[in-house]
């Protein structure tokens, strides 16, 4: 860990101009990640901007019906917030399968969109890794990859640059209720779906994201529809609880009124370098009721073009057999988080 | 007497521990402290051909950086490096030379005035290296298998005994027949604690060492060994332990480190490792099995054949005992085992939990478990049909042996009788459930040991013996035997341990703690009790000046007669006649060899499981456990309980979760963070039950103990792994069993 200024202003502006005055500064929020890699010394930044002063700590709703969850109101907050139980029990149910209480107590949902891998060669840095060291090459690719993408990895080459999947579980919920991210930065304010938030790594898997220096996130819009009757949050680790995600898939369905679906949202975690999701695989369910084998058939198609790298390969098989479970599980208005584990596990 | 002895009383250290203020090795202080962070290597196997320390050196308040370069010079010989759980071999040597034998080797020191400041110096030095080919994969190098040397630890841990019968023949025309290939990854202990060692420089040169450490001495003769020092010059504390598992078994290369780093500087250091670190060292070897069982139509077991290979170091052989567990369960007439090790790029591996029990007795039991649907006979009554009274390994019978009625209780308890014997019969929604068991077995040992007693003027007891408190309850236990050895109340005793200044005991591992030290402590009191019985004839008038030392009893802090408790005189008056002194005890406890030799001596266990899988997702749960245990006398039922439940939420994390994944491209374990080396959560963890069965052994020890510290995980894993297979109809011979086998 190398030695570092901090400061920790007041307001917005202050942190947007103070982090791009500086090189190599960095927010700090719940510093649940940001410590972490520091201290393996992953990241070594020469400034650190402590956000935690700024007015970021609502959850507002929103004239058209939305709500706004600011970025710095901690992950638990936010999944126990009443409104976010009663309209987006989604978000709640991933958030709620994430982490551990103590984290969640100091994560916040603006650092959560931020949280890099979990990749083993990323954190040490006695190896090979694209993301950590541009060039270096990926271990993972020749190594142990259990925990690696299967969807998504492409790059200009013949072979992947990165592997990586990206860890989080809100910003799968996230990404199936189509959030928009506020930003401030240094050319004003901007906001960006969370589908071009996150990035495929392509050949800069340095880049975990779309946000440009100096950009502050400043809070998560959720839109107006729902989807609080038929969703599930399904994670599935190698522990009952405080575990990252080998796979985990959201769903958020529209019924109409004979049960046929209307709208379906299928997000998966653990697979890919972003959540991922596959309109055209969504589509197949618009107008269908239950059927086992349709869903099937969705999970073939979302699962398309789907690689394994060794150790990870059974996450294909095992993200098809989640998505068929999934759509069950929401299809039928069981809140659920899989039968293998009971909601008190793992709250 | 007993008040205590029996019954499920708290720890004596329990406030100290939840309040902070039992300390552990990182955790004292010295006056102008320095710290210092280890360098680890990069490469696997090679040469270091340059190490550029200047940047580190140059930041104020570094200061100094030790490496193989300019490291002082410490001791030549080989011998000098053997701590007393040394296989035979070429002990490790930090800083030796320039040559590199494990991923993560310890390569430098880098000693300044903060640890941050220690931490970052140590991200500035460059090391260049030459990389030699490495090979770590125990299973691509099964051809290079070679028997171990034999050395000192074959006293302990023998080779397994010659064949007997005809195995080939009798398999060969057995009409029930199983054959399989059991393996298991790497684990690494990963106790709570890091190691950590806080040499503090006296004025005059000596070392105050407080050190992470299943035994303070076994520190100080390593210590003293190879920095020739003399045992005056070193002492070693270590009275608390954040857990250890066997890892502390051997001094680990921080206290190395740090001895050398005070001693070059004439100043006090601590070095405490990070957990990436905690698995550069010492770990269970990855093992492959190979299990074959031959059986007549009646469920007799007439031919086994086990053998087993084990990973170890390019420098040291270290081994396990692991095929012999199956003639020690089974008592078949025809039997070949065989042992082998395959050196590898890779530490020395290090007993963990059980060493060589959880390797052998799951495989067997689950052969046991295929062989039991090879029949059609239900698993408990082959094991009943299989039963032994006699250690078919050694050829004695047991000193004692309740499993029978572990098997009877703990079958009652589970439901047992209630089993479709059937896979997949049993189901709740997507669930899968599953029963199965397993038996388990530990060694049940005792070492010579030494305690010292004190009775202070003022009537308190003082006890210590140099054994080590991991966790397990030692302070407790010894602490009740002395009470009731002397007829005290437990808030009038204190037992001390965990420093190299106190009575010989040995390092503390392989559950022979209670036995040994609590024979010590049971011996010492007792002639502590004879010298206090002759102070109290003394006394003028004393109303038991012509009793006999066998007709008297120690009860409530007085000395009184058996057939007259009214002729009593208390322990306060017996210390008074000293003439203003404490009355002052040291004594031996011998195991009784004569006694002992003829005799196996083991504590046994039944295991019972449910498991639920689900069908599509494989995700597996543990949702009742029951563990009936034939352990000898239990001192205290409580620590003891704690203990059992401890080895079974083990048992399950071997079974379904916990391994130390290596990368063999590069040689280096990759999940070195307890992020992703996974143990029990809460959540991971549901109904534990353990029942203690009546157990009477006199053989044993004098207190008719067999240690609990191991026999809870060692039942565990084929339990479960069996009980899987009663679910999904799988079986799966790979630990841990993860999702993805299931699948
Ligand atoms: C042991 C462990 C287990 C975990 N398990 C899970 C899990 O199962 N599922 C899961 O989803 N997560 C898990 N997490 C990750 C956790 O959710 C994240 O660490 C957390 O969300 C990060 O939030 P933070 O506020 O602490 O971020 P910080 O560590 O403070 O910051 C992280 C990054 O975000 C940047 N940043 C923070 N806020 C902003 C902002 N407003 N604008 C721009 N940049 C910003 C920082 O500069 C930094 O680069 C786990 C973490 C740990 C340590
Ligand atoms: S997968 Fe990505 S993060 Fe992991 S080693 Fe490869 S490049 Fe680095």
Known sequence: MNSFSYSRPDDVNAAVGEISEQTQAKFIAGGTNLLDLMKENVEHPQHLVDINHLPLGFIDELPEGGLRLGALVTNADTAYHELVQKNYPLLSMAILAGASPQLRNMATNGGNLFQRTRCYYFYDTATACNKREPGSGCGALTGYNRIHAILGTASSGNTPQCIATHPSDMCVALRALDAVVRVSGPNGDRTIPIADFHRLPGDEPERDNTIEPGELVTAIDLPAEHFNTHYTYLKLRDRASYAFALVSVAVALRLDEGGQIAEARIALGGVAHKPWRNPAAEALLTGKAADTTLFRQVAEQLLDGAQGYGNNTFKIELAKRAIVRALDMAYAGSTQAGDAYKQEDIL | ?743
């Open chain 2, 1 to 743: 007497m007993s008040n205590y002895i029996g019954k499920p009383l708290s720890r004596v250290d329990g406030v100290a521990k939840v309040t902070g203020k039992a300390k552990y090795a990182a955790e004292f202080d010295a006056p102008d402290l320095t710290y210092g962070y280890v360098v680890s290597s990069t490469i696997t196997k090679g040469r270091i051909t340059h190490i550029e320390t200047s940047e580190a050196l140059s930041l104020p308040g570094v200061l100094s950086v030790i490496t193989h370069e300019n490291r002082p010079k410490i001791a030549w010989l080989d011998m000098s490096y053997k701590d007393q759980d040394a296989p035979p071999g070429s002990p490790f040597r930090p800083l030796r030379d320039n040559k590199i034998s494990y991923s993560g080797q310890p390569i430098a020191l880098v000693v300044a005035e903060t640890f941050e400041l220690a931490r970052y110096a140590a991200s500035l030095i460059r090391v260049d290296y030459r990389e030699a080919p490495h090979e770590t994969n125990l299973d691509t190098n099964l051809h290079r298998a070679r028997k171990p040397k034999s050395g000192l630890a074959s006293l302990l841990k023998p080779p397994p005994p010659k064949p007997r019968g005809n195995f080939d023949e009798v398999y060969a025309a057995s009409p029930a027949k199983v054959e399989g290939r059991y393996s298991h990854s790497p684990e690494h202990h990963n106790p709570m604690e890091m190691f950590a060692s806080t040499v503090v420089y006296e004025k005059d040169g000596k070392l105050t060492i407080y050190d992470k450490t299943q035994g303070a001495q076994n520190s100080q003769l390593y210590v003293t060994q190879a920095f020739n020092m003399s045992f005056s010059d070193v002492r070693v504390i270590s009275p608390f332990v954040g857990g250890a598992f066997g890892s502390g078994l051997r001094p680990q290369y921080q206290l190395f480190l740090a001895v050398m780093a005070a001693r070059e500087l004439k100043r006090s250091v601590r070095v405490t490792l990070t957990r990436q670190q905690m698995f550069t060292f010492g770990h269970r070897p990855a093992t492959i099995q190979n299990i074959a069982l031959g059986a007549d139509s009646n469920g007799k077991i007439n031919a086994i054949y086990h053998d087993a290979v084990g990973e170890t170091s390019q420098f040291e052989d270290y081994t396990e005992i692991v095929p012999t567990w199956s003639p020690m369960i089974y008592p078949a007439e025809n039997v070949t085992l065989d042992y082998k090790i395959v050196p590898l790029d890779v530490f020395t591996p290090l007993d963990m939990r059980a060493p060589g029990g959880v390797t052998g007795v799951p495989a067997i039991e689950t052969a046991i478990d295929e062989m039991a649907y090879e029949l059609g006979i239900d698993p408990l009554e082959l094991r009943l049909i299989n039963y032994s009274d006699r250690n078919m390994a050694e050829d004695k019978p047991f000193s004692s042996k309740e499993l029978r009625e572990c098997f009877r209780q703990g079958a009652e308890r589970f439901g047992w009788a209630k089993r479709n014997p059937k896979p997949g019969s049993m189901r709740d929604g997507h669930n899968l459930i599953g029963w199965g068991m397993s038996t388990g077995m530990w060694e049940a040992n005792q070492m010579p040991a030494r305690a010292e007693a004190v009775l202070t003027v003022n009537g308190k007891l003082r006890v210590t013996s140099a054994t080590a408190d991991i966790g397990t309850g030692t302070y407790t236990i010894m602490t009740q035997i002395a009470a009731d050895t002397l007829g005290m109340p437990m808030e009038d005793v204190l037992f001390k341990l965990g420093d190299s200044d106190m009575p010989l005991a040995p390092i503390e591992g392989g559950s022979w703690t209670a036995a040994t030290v609590g024979s010590a402590v049971k011996v010492v009191c007792e002639e502590l009790g004879r010298k206090l019985f002759k102070l109290a004839q003394k006394i003028p008038g004393s109303p038991l000046a012509k009793a006999k030392w066998d007709d008297v009893e120690f009860v409530d802090k007085h000395i009184r007669l058996k057939q007259n408790p009214a002729a009593a005189v208390s322990l306060q008056q017996a210390v008074d006649q000293n003439g203003g002194a404490a009355v002052w005890q040291k004594s031996t406890s011998l195991p009784a060899m004569m006694k002992q030799k003829n005799y196996s001596r083991a504590a046994h266990s039944a295991v019972f499981v449910e498991v639920m899988v689900d069908e599509d997702l494989g995700t597996i749960r543990v949702t009742r456990a029951v563990s009936a245990i034939a352990g000898g006398k239990i001192l205290n039922p409580k620590t003891a309980r704690s203990q059992i439940i401890g080895g079974m939420v083990w048992g399950i994390s071997k079974a379904l979760e916990e391994e130390s994944v290596m990368d063999h491209t590069i040689g280096r374990f990759m999940n070195h963070s307890l992020a992703e080396y996974h143990v029990p959560v809460n959540a991971d963890i549901h109904d534990l039950d353990v029942i203690f069965v009546e157990e009477h052994d006199d053989i044993v020890n004098p207190l008719g103990v067999k240690g609990l510290g191991e026999i809870g995980i060692v039942g565990m894993p084929a339990a479960i792994a069996n009980a899987v297979f009663h679910a999904t109809g799988k079986r799966i011979r790979e630990l841990p069993i993860t999702l993805d086998k299931i699948l």
